[in-house]
């Protein structure tokens, strides 16, 4: 009797563990998936039509090339946490037509620390391209900085690394923004020493988080003073200039 009775008690508290870890993933991909960020149609739209740059969307990525086909390096981008990687086509437009193809990812999940695949695998939208670059934006900055291994350049919009690249071979351009409300300058700054002691760090003037993207306004990011143009072009002369050294 005692023995059938501690057989219940277990069956019942393994249904009760599973019960409680479905829930748990079940809500942690529900999480995943409510509150994504999507592109704004007007900025996506234009970039659509841009003449000089074409766009593919691919299996690894969105891809964008310059239309002529001459392009020599890449760089693969990581968006941020719950945003559209379409919401990255109009800001980075203009890296490709400059004649950097870049290859937006999507991240498993929305999340970029949930996908945990190499940059090879990405850069596969372009086999014929031999030198590429890495980046991304506020989280997804995090994850490229995981990915530098393979990289020649290291590209952050409003971020950060948590791995040390202190010691790497590595030329890095941080982009940052006076108004941003969740990868705060101080922030930025006090992460300095884990990148390399020849990084640029940039700080533009009246941008918030939300600028180096396209999805509109984002919980507990400042007020940008920037508009979406002139940051488009800021972003465009920094990046290019970066990788034209």
Known sequence: MQRSRGRRVLRWTMWG??????????????WTQIGVMTAEEGPLADARANPNITIDDAPEGIVLAPADGDSAAGLVFVPGAKVDPWAYVAVLQGTAEA????????????LAFFDLRGLDAFTSAAPEINEWSVGGHSLGGVRACQLTEEAEALVLFASYCSADLAGADLDVLSLSGSEDGLSTPA???????????????????G?????????????????PTISAAEMHATVTELVVSFFAD
């Open 17 to 30: 563990v599973g019960a409680v870890l479905v829930l748990a993933v079940g809500g942690t991909l529900a």
């Open 99 to 110: 004649g950097t193809t870049v290859v937006i990812t999507r991240p498993w999940l929305n």
């Open 187 to 205: 922030e930025i700054a006090d992460s300095r020493h884990l990148l390399p002691a020849t990084a640029e760090l940039i700080e533009i003037e």
């Open 207 to 223: 941008a918030s988080h939300a600028s180096f993207g396209e999805y509109g306004p984002q919980n507990g990011d400042g007020t």
